[in-house]
């Protein structure tokens, strides 16, 4: 019931227009430039110094050096192009990316995230995420619509330690998604996965939304 992984990953490569220079996090938002077609133009930047990155490579294709943020290996483009990190945070806090795309572990009605930390876990570091999500002009939000434990995301509060305030404009999870007109309005329910109800997803949703 609901869309998998890589289905979430499909349906946010929906959102992504021709032209169109994109971030992605690391977990399902890497895989959705394996749902871009080879007509459309888009240029996915890496916060590690990166513009231009291809698909995820075949075993014969992997070369160590080439990385992304989440040190996964991955392919080039023909327009490919190296920079240091400062240049790369220039560009996102320049806005001039035009959608994030990213994990989360809570998101709320009012369109907080906290996708870096839960507190007495170690993590491996802040990441780019406060900067992505406060200087890129549109933030997509794809994960699961509960924890390991059954525990909703999309809740009315954020618990865990936020990434940033009012800053989500989309969430697409394995049983829905979710949008809003801007960051003064609600979230809505625009699209359900196959063979998921309006119930299932109120029974699994802490937040306030429109139906």
């Known amino acids: ?12 490569a929906q959102e992504i227009g021709d032209g ?9 938002p890497t895989l959705v430039v394996d749902h871009i077609g080879p007509d459309q133009d888009v ?16 075993e014969h294709e992997v ?5 992304n943020a989440g040190k996964q290996t991955i392919t080039e483009t023909a327009n490919s192009a190296y920079f240091g990190s400062a240049s790369s945070f220039a560009m996102v806090r320049g806005g001039h990316l035009d959608i994030t795309i990213l ?24 990441g780019g995420a ?5 200087g890129v ?27 940033g305030v009012n800053c989500v404009d989309m969430i697409v999870t394995d049983l829905c998604v979710f949008a809003r007109e801007d960051r003064q309005s609600p ?12 119930d299932h997803v109120k029974t699994n949703t802490r937040a306030f939304f429109e139906a």
């Not at 070369?63 to 990385?67: K, V």
């Not at 994960?143 to 995301?153: A, I, L």
């Open 187 to 198: 979230f809505q329910l625009i699209e359900l996965a196959p063979n998921v109800t309006l």
């Open 1 to 12: 019931m609901g869309w998998s992984r890589d289905q979430i990953a499909a349906r946010a």
């Open 103 to 126: 994990g989360a572990m809570e998101v709320s009605e009012g369109g907080d995230i906290a996708n870096w930390m839960i507190p007495g876990k170690s993590i491996k570091g802040m």
């Open 130 to 134: 406060m900067d992505l999500v406060a």
């Open 20 to 28: 169109y220079y994109v971030n992605l996090g690391i977990g399902i």
């Open 63 to 67: 070369d160590a050096d080439l990385i």
């Open 137 to 163: 002009r549109r933030v997509i939000v794809t994960m699961e619509h509960v924890s390991k434990d059954g525990t909703p995301k999309f809740v009315r509060e954020c618990a865990l330690p936020l990434t």
């Open 43 to 58: 240029t996915f930047h890496s916060e590690n110094g990166l513009l231009g990155m291809g698909p995820f490579p075949l």
